[in-house]
């Protein structure tokens, strides 16, 4: 019986696509290949439909690639569908998507779909007659009014009776003001006084450029905030109401806002929520009722408040949820032990049922299951760790362990605290979303010795980034132990932690780098006037102020005046750090380029990095939609052979091993203060990030390789570098070199 085959649509037209594209990666990464065919499917703003190539689905912002749709994707009509896929696996977010127009669209062309169907869909997306629904059937809703369009763009005529509608629902200052059909918390803002009113309407109004709509001027409720998905058990029926999850914004916000969700590490959160079992049950029966209510089916996301007397408040009914990888729908799931693929499994199955195709399905796998033996790889998956790059580092591991493939190895996430102890994680905790939350979680019967790995695992996989983790001490370890790894040795991986050595070192090599300074906390104290002295003496403005040993954009700044020379090595060497490198700017394409490979190295496609401002930020390296990565960067074959060919260079005299990010510079004969074109070499990271959509992704899909078969790549070549030719199978990136 062939499989099932599942389009998985993502993008869309909403303001929300990058969100999409984040959760529609997520599926198609966790989709159970074993059953179901994969058929990635892309809409773009303009509502153009295209058969979306892998080699695009893990760029990092929809931008990196839409460009290049026209010549390298197959447009498609939507009546193609009927014959393309079985199935459509909805994760596009907003309009057009959650609003009834796609599943009516989807009706019309007899496609079974995930979800609820077309009236919950159009209710549940608008704000403003979903309240009316609820409390009509006794659900606490949050106070509000509904401001309309031509009220807002005539606000100091309306602006009295506004403020009326406000006094008489006894809705005081501060208060919520949000779109009525937006979702991720766009154009949400919280108004202090009436004065900062009619701003607030206004980006509420037109969070959607084209599209102006009614805005909701609701009371800030006072409580804690949770989120709690509804699953339903397709066998009986019934709703599951997943373990609820406590949101608590950071301090110095009103709101959970954009970058909160997304960005790792941000906010805080708690599942389940810290609360009694009895409030959690009357929590998720509120919920529960509300999705009856509005008629959700198969899943739903319910947003809420719960008030110090035991009231529960519901503010945002989501008839579908986010999917990112640390998403409240996985993170909640977890607590009952259902992986990603169990949970999408789940979804489909719930659907099928539904459509009356999964009695079908299920009867050919009993007869086509073979039971195999296979002696599986067992592996440990380092992340966390001591340094401040510890958020990112969990983003990385968590995702190597999601792309590590369970038919081949037998995966053990393992968490390394900020003292640099172990701890085995289970599935909720791998969840989580940020290393205090897991940190706190922990048990100690959970922990493990360093010197019991080589009884627990056969690799160990370091996605660790920065301190120890990055500069030779956890590397050194290993080797103690005996035990087989990724990356570069000891010497490498010391030597490209310390920015200057490194830059020092190539440059008695013959390679082009920045001039530089290294500053010494010391010095600075002592005497900061002739510190400064002796920078602006040596290096011309404006300059670049960096730690020496970290990574990640981490207090990186570009720097034009004494002054703010000041400021910035005053607030680096604040945060303990004992050296600081100044550097000379340099103009130029900014580029970064991964490396794969032992002996013989192969660099990929480099990727211009665009950054928004001077300073290429950590949101736009790691916030859906923030930062974009052109890849190949747009530039001369002939140039980028050039750029290739030196950072192969550079790779072998740095004795790096296994895989690497080089970030550098092109220059122009005109931009080069030589008069010749030429590559400037900026930093080496031993060990860059693995994260959902990390450049280096992007980077080996242009060559054909998917995230799976790279990071397979890597641990192969860790096993031939530090357990001498263990084999583990065809590489991936030899078999694409041979093709």
């Known amino acids: 019986m062939p499989k099932l085959r599942v389009g998985v649509l993502m993008g869309g037209k909403s303001i929300e696509r990058e969100v999409s594209f984040n959760s529609g990666r997520t599926v198609c990464d966790h989709l159970d290949t074993s059953r179901y065919d994969i058929v990635p499917l892309y809409q773009t703003k303009l509502g153009d439909l295209y058969l979306l190539p892998w080699h695009f689905l893990h760029r990092g912002k929809t931008s990196d690639f839409e460009h290049r749709l026209v010549r390298e994707a197959t447009l498609l009509s939507w009546d193609d569908l009927k014959s393309l896929i079985d199935f459509m696996y909805i994760a596009v977010h907003g309009r057009y998507a959650e609003d009834g127009t796609l599943q009516g669209f989807l009706e019309v062309l007899r496609i079974p779909y995930l979800g609820s169907k077309v009236f919950s869909s159009a209710l549940g997306m608008d704000k403003i007659i979903q309240k009316e629904f609820l409390a009509s059937a006794g659900i606490n809703v949050a106070q509000g009014i509904a401001v309309y369009p031509d009220q807002i763009k005539n606000f100091a005529a309306h602006k009295s009776a506004i403020l009326n509608q406000l006094e008489e629902k006894k809705i005081p200052f501060p208060c919520i003001v949000k779109p009525h059909k937006e979702g991720s918390s766009l154009g949400i803002s919280v108004v202090h006084n009436a004065h900062d009113l009619e701003q607030a309407l206004l980006a509420a109004c037109y969070a959607h450029p084209a599209k102006p709509q009614r805005v909701l001027v609701e009371e800030c409720i006072k409580g804690m905030e949770f989120s709690c998905i509804i699953l339903t058990d397709y066998a009986t029926g019934e709703l599951m109401p997943l373990p609820p999850t406590e949101i608590v914004p950071e301090a110095d916000s009103h709101f959970y806002d954009y970058e909160q969700k997304y960005m790792p590490g941000r906010a805080s959160k708690f599942t389940p929520a810290r609360t009694s079992d009895a409030m959690i049950k009357h929590m998720q029966e509120e919920c529960m009722q509300a999705m009856r209510v509005l008629g959700i089916t198969n899943i739903g996301r319910i947003d809420g408040f719960l008030t110090a007397d035991g009231r529960v408040i519901i503010v945002d ?53 073979t039971i195999m033996n296979i002696q599986k790889t067992r592996i440990a998956v380092l992340m966390g760790g001591a340094s401040n790059e510890r958020e990112i580092s969990l983003e990385s591991g968590r995702n190597v ?27 909720s905790q791998l ?129 034009k005046n004494e002054s703010d020379l000041a400021a910035a090595l005053e607030t680096l060497f604040a945060s303990g750090k004992q050296h600081a490198l100044v550097e000379e700017c340099i103009i130029g394409m900014e580029l970064t380029v991964g490396v794969i490979g032992n002996d013989i190295p192969q660099a990929l496609p480099p990727s211009q990095a665009v950054c928004s401002s001077e300073i290429l930020s950590i949101e736009e390296k790691f916030l859906p939609g923030a930062g974009e990565n052109q890849t190949p960067a747009p530039l001369p074959a002939q140039t980028l052979l050039l750029v290739q060919r030196t950072i192969e260079d550079v790779y072998k005299t740095l004795g790096c091993k296994g895989y690497s990010r080089i970030d550098c510079f092109y220059q122009t004969e005109t931009q080069s203060k030589t008069g010749k074109e030429r590559v400037v070499i900026i930093e080496n990271n031993t060990l860059p990030g693995l994260t959902p959509a990390t450049c280096i992704f992007h980077q080996a899909a242009e060559l054909g390789i998917k995230p799976m078969d790279f990071i397979d790549t890597i641990v192969q070549l860790g096993f031939e570098e530090h357990a001498k030719g263990i084999p583990l199978g065809a590489n991936p990136i030899e078999e694409q070199k041979a093709i």
């Open 317 to 369: 009914p989501n008839t579908l949820s986010g999917m990112g990888p640390a998403s409240f729908l996985f993170r909640e799931a977890a607590e009952i032990n259902m992986s990603h693929t169990h949970v999408i499994n789940h979804l489909i199955e719930t659907e099928l049922q539904h459509y009356g195709m999964l009695d079908a399905i299920l009867e050919q796998e009993k007869k086509d299951t």
């Open 401 to 427: 362990s999601y792309k590590l493939s369970p038919h081949k190895y037998e995966i053990i996430p393992v968490f390394v605290t900020d003292s640099m102890e172990l701890y085995k994680l289970n599935q």
């Open 431 to 559: 969840v989580r979303n940020a290393t205090k939350e897991i940190a706190a979680s922990l048990q100690p019967a959970q922990k493990i010795e360093w010197s019991s790995l080589p009884h627990l695992v056969d690799f160990v996989f370091i996605a660790l980034h920065g301190g120890e983790g990055e500069n030779g001490s956890v590397q050194g370890t290993l080797e103690m132990l005996g035990m087989p790894y990724n990356g570069s040795s000891v010497l490498a991986s010391a030597l490209c932690m310390d920015k200057f050595k490194t830059n020092e070192f190539l440059k008695a090599h013959g390679f082009d780098v920045p001039e530089s300074i290294l500053v010494a906390a010391h010095d600075w104290q002592l005497n900061p006037t002739a510190t400064i002295t002796q920078i602006m003496s040596t290096l011309p403005l404006p300059l670049i102020v960096k730690p020496h040993d970290d990574g990640c954009s981490v207090m990186v700044q570009k720097i």
